[in-house]
């Protein structure tokens, strides 16, 4: 078994500055990986595990966001036959509560700034 930055693990040398490694070496990498760890190469061109490098603003933001148009969208699914509902006169006490409920939680996602991120406080979600 063979590495380097370039080729990877590969079975037989395809690149000169590929090192020899053992086969359990090459499984505690795998397993290393499939726990969060990324593979990294020393001074000399060994894999080692680390542990990747934290996220960046503009990535926390993106998660951020991501889940804010989840939730967003998971409000709009509940919300719309409630509205339904109400508009035709249709709506138990408990759907017209549950609506009000769903429609405050919706405004205050609107309201989360996202750059914010990881410092964001998500509000409970109503139950459904």
Known sequence: MFYSNEAGFTLQQVHEDQKEITE???EEMVIGQSQGKIISTDQHGFPFLADPPPLTN???ALIADAKKNTLMAEAARVIA???DAQKYGMATSEELS???EWQKYRVMLFRIDTTSAPDINWPATPKK
């Open 24 to 26: 359990s070496y090459w």
């Open 58 to 60: 503009d990535q926390l």
């Open 81 to 83: 036959p409630l509205e």
């Open 98 to 100: 549950s609506l009000e």
